[in-house]
């Protein structure tokens, strides 16, 4: 089964020393069961669109590309561009399929993408702008894929989630790229804290290292966190926060041992002090989504619970249509 993606760095879980906030959120206790059950309705599937054309490392000219889900019937459908994770090394557009499913027979058109990282010589700004013109692409297609070029989300988990808070806080309102709500599962929004919620030594040794995340922030060859305050600062979510920004919905796991959790608290109560619409929930005993590579099969089932998506879909529906 493929479910909600994940981040790949760090590859091993830490353990959590600071209580998680839970003061301005909401706690969810879904357990596993029941799981979201797929095959209500029929689809529409578009695979491998190519939507942009980028200049790869060595030169040559390389096709970013999309996968569309649209649901049967009349249209046209609300629009759900969904960013997967990956560390900033991968991005592959097929993670999620079970949940992109889901949304989509909830009838929104669901586009999951591919977009540039670190191992395309990429950094944030990059990856934001894939994003972008993966929105724009569909809105300029929308007959053909039965989209309302008015009714924008964009979706995201861990790396992905980041890149839709950052698509969020950063689009000009009523520009091309406006979205209209914003999902953003245990993603990243200071990376300065990124690894706060694991104590001091861990913290410091992130923040000292150079990694993938340093290098999507620095750009090749780049440094630290550290060494990069102003950098870092730039590529923060909430350094962008504005009263304009559109609806955020933000969750994360109690059990996260990869982005600290207090990274969407700090996000949400930024969001809330400027005058956004935004909701946070905590899910008790979930971790870092999909870690199946890491040999934990079941790390992804609270993320795809009836409770857990029900509240995605009904944030989208209430946003959206």
Same mark, same amino acid.
């Given at each position: ?103 989509? @027979? ?33 809105? #300029? ?30 689009? @000009?309102?009523?520009? @091309?790229?406006?979205?209209? #709500? ?20 861990? @913290? ?69 002090? #400027? ?47």
């Amino acid at each position: 089964m493929t479910s909600v993606g994940t981040d790949a760095a760090p590859p091993r879980a830490n353990k959590l020393v600071v209580p998680v906030d839970t003061s301005t959120s909401t706690v969810l206790d879904p357990g596993i069961e029941p799981q979201l059950q797929c095959g209500r309705t029929k689809l529409s599937r578009h695979e491998d669109v190519a939507y942009a054309s980028r200049a790869a490392v060595d030169g040559s000219s390389r096709e970013l590309l999309l996968d569309v889900l649209v649901p049967a019937g009349d249209g046209p459908w609300p629009l759900v561009v969904y960013l997967p994770g990956g560390g900033f090394v991968f991005a592959d557009k097929g993670q999620a399929s079970n949940v992109r499913t889901f949304v989509a @027979e909830s009838g929104f058109v669901v586009a999951s993408i591919q977009y540039r990282t670190v191992i395309d010589g990429a950094v944030y700004t990059d990856g934001i702008a894939d994003a972008r013109a993966a929105i724009e692409f569909l809105r #300029a297609h929308a007959a053909e894929y039965g989209v309302d070029p008015d009714r924008v989300a964009v979706w995201g988990a861990s790396a992905g989630g980041y890149l839709a808070s950052m698509v969020g806080v950063t689009g @000009e309102q009523g520009g @091309e790229s406006t979205v209209r #709500a914003v999902v953003d599962q245990f993603g990243a929004s200071d990376l300065a804290t990124l690894m706060a919620d694991y104590g001091p030594a861990v @913290e410091q040794g992130f923040a000292n290292a150079v990694t993938p995340i340093s290098q999507y922030v620095t750009g090749p060859g780049g440094g630290s966190l550290a060494a990069s305050p102003d950098a870092v600062t730039a590529a923060n979510p909430v350094s962008h926060i504005t009263a304009d920004a559109p609806p955020f919905l933000l969750f994360h796991g109690d059990s996260d041992g990869h982005i600290s959790p207090s990274q969407t608290l700090l996000l949400h109560n930024a969001l809330v002090a #400027a005058g956004v619409d935004s909701t946070r929930y905590v899910v008790h005993g979930a971790g870092h989504g999909d870690l199946a590579f890491l040999d934990d099969p079941n790390a992804a089932l609270p993320w795809t619970t009836k409770e857990v998506i029900g509240i995605l879909v009904d944030f989208l529906d209430d946003h959206l249509t």
